[in-house]
Every structure is written in C-alpha cells, then in structure tokens.
C-alpha cells in the first residue's frame, strides 16, 4: 500500500496565513473578554458517551463540531474536557483568512493553540502540523462544514486527519436553548446570556489507515448524520 502520509512542504512552497492588523487585535480581545463574561453565565449539561474522555492518559482525540457551534467549544472543553484530563492541550484548525485570524487570537487567548490552514488554502501544511500536534499529545478541534461551506456539508478533512494519525473521532453536538443566529453562511449560533446547553461527546468513530475511499465516504456521511441538524 502506498504511503498516505502528508509530504512536508518545503520552504519555497509554504503558504503564510494572513497576519492580522491592530484593529483585528483589538476587535480579538474585545470578543475575548464579552466571551468569558457570556460564558460566565450559561448553564451547562454534559453527556460522555466516548468511554476515553474520562481517561486521564487517554490518546488523543479528534473533536468534530459544525462551523456555527464554535461559540461553544470553549465550554465543552474547558467545562469538561480539562476536568478529566486537566493536563490536557487542545489545537484548533482554523481558516488561513483574515477571518480565521480573527477567530486564531481569539481561541489563543483562551488556551488553545491555533492551526491555520482549509482544504483551499494551505490544507497540506495544516494537515501535517495537525498530524504533529496529535503525535505531541495534543487534542485537536475540527469544523468539518468550515470554512467556507455549505452548511453541514462534510469536507475530507477530518476523515484524512484520522485515518493518517490512527485518533479517534469524536462527534460533538450542541444544543442551545436561547440564542440567536447570525446572517453569515453558517448561521452561527451565539448563546444568549444565562442560556443552557447540552452538550454530547459521541461515540469515537475510527478510520482505518487501509479504509478506502467508498468506506471514506460511508464514514463522512455518518458523521454528518451524528452531527445533526438544527
């Protein structure tokens, strides 16, 4: 069988993100602290079904969540995650856009290490320091719809990131009651204060490093299933 790991890029090759302007700082950290106020007053409730996440030196996991739930991922990982395995680091793949950077300083400033990188723009270089994070022990976060869309339409990302590492994926739901959604592609969903959510960690869903592509697609699809709609 023919290697299916990434190729490095080299230098003349690697593709920069998009840095971000003072503005764009600014507008991070006033996300950032209107952030931890909002997440200071929602109500959460749990779901473990991964029978891993409570292992404290359990392997690494791929976390999969819709592009609009991100507002709530730092609450599944820092209401939950981290209480089980409070060593725990966490890396996010995000779009190498202005956009993305945006988004990059703000989950920065909460703790997690930001991946810059979409099937469009740098993809292979993300997909290798992905693949290094995992190696590292690192956790990583995954919007299989971003960054671009459509809306819940599951892009081979997350399926190559885990049949290359051997990580579990671990679907992530978000429910949310009392919320608003935003105008943009993904109708992002931001909870309003004092709202509650439930948040499930599915079963891991393991892709093999023989899995094929029709067995690819199978998996894609039941992901996408298990991720729901809203």
């Given at each position: 069988m023919a290697d299916s790991s990434p190729t490095p890029a080299t230098p003349a090759t690697i593709v920069r993100p998009v840095p971000l302007k003072w503005r764009h700082r600014a507008a991070a950290a006033a996300i950032y602290g209107c952030g931890k106020t909002l997440m200071a007053t929602w109500q959460q409730e749990f779901t473990d079904r991964t029978g891993i996440l409570k292992q404290s030196d359990g392997p690494p996991v791929i976390f999969a969540v819709w592009h609009n739930r991100l507002a709530s991922c730092?609450?599944?990982?820092?209401?939950?995650?981290?209480?089980?395995?409070?060593?725990?680091?966490?890396?996010?793949?995000?779009?190498?856009s202005k956009d993305g950077?945006?988004?990059?300083?703000?989950?920065?400033r909460f703790g997690v290490h930001p991946i810059r990188g979409s099937s469009s723009?740098?993809?292979?270089?993300?997909l290798l320091e992905c693949s290094t994070a995992i190696e590292r022990g690192s956790c990583i976060a995954v919007t299989p719809d971003g960054p671009r869309g459509p809306k819940y339409s599951m892009q081979?990302?997350?399926?190559?990131?885990?049949?290359?590492?051997?990580a579990p994926i671990i679907p992530v739901t978000v429910q949310i009651r009392r919320r608003v959604s935003l105008?943009?592609?993904?109708?992002?969903?931001?909870?309003?204060?004092?709202?509650?959510?439930?948040i499930t960690f599915c079963e891991p869903i393991h892709v093999g490093r023989d899995t094929g592509e029709t067995q690819r697609a199978e998996i894609a699809s039941r992901l996408a299933t298990i991720l729901g709609r809203d």
């Open positions: 730092m609450i599944a990982w820092h209401g939950y995650v981290r209480h089980q395995r409070p060593d725990g680091r966490l890396a996010a793949l995000i779009s190498a950077g945006l988004l990059a300083n703000v989950l920065n723009r740098r993809g292979r270089q993300a081979p990302g997350v399926i190559a990131l885990a049949q290359i590492t051997g105008g943009s592609w993904d109708s992002f969903q931001i909870p309003l204060p004092f709202a509650s959510m439930h």
